[in-house]
C-alpha cells in the first residue's frame, strides 16, 4: 500500500516561500505522474503543477515563474517549490501520484497541508 504525507505548509507572509513536501512509502517501482493540487476556500480543487516521468512539465498560469515542483527519486520525495507567494495562493495542498506498485498503476493521494498567505 502506498502513503503518501505533506508537509511544509504554515503561515506566511505575502512575497515570502514555502517548500512543499510529499513523502511516499510502500513499493513504488516507477512514478508515472507527480502533481500537486489545492483547494481554496469555497472553491474546486484544481491542478497547479504536474511533471511527468518523461519529462513534461505543467502549470496554472497563476504559479508560472514562481513554483516549480521536482523530486528526489533516492528519498521517494515531490517537492513543490513556492516563492513570491500570493494571498491567492492561500489553500489546502494536496500532493497526488500516479505510480506503478505491485504488479499495477495506482493513484493516490495525501491528506493535504495548509497554506495560510497573509498581507
Known amino acids: 500500500q502506498v502513503q503518501l504525507v505533506e508537509s511544509g505548509g504554515g503561515l506566511v507572509q505575502a512575497g515570502g516561500s514555502l517548500r512543499l513536501s510529499c513523502s511516499a512509502s510502500g513499493t513504488i517501482y516507477s512514478i508515472i505522474t507527480m502533481g500537486w493540487y489545492r483547494q481554496a476556500p469555497g472553491k474546486q480543487r484544481e491542478l497547479v503543477a504536474r511533471?511527468?516521468?518523461?519529462?513534461?512539465?505543467y502549470y496554472v498560469d497563476s504559479v508560472k515563474g514562481r513554483f516549480t515542483i521536482s523530486r528526489d527519486n533516492a528519498k521517494n520525495t515531490v517537492y513543490l517549490q513556492m516563492n513570491s507567494l500570493k494571498t491567492d495562493d492561500t489553500g489546502v495542498y494536496y500532493c497526488?501520484?500516479?505510480?506503478?506498485?505491485?504488479?499495477?498503476?495506482?493513484?493516490?493521494w495525501g491528506q493535504g497541508t495548509q497554506v495560510t498567505v497573509f498581507t
Open positions: 511533471a511527468t516521468s518523461d519529462g513534461n512539465f
Open positions: 497526488n501520484l500516479d505510480v506503478i506498485t505491485l504488479g499495477r498503476r495506482g493513484d493516490y
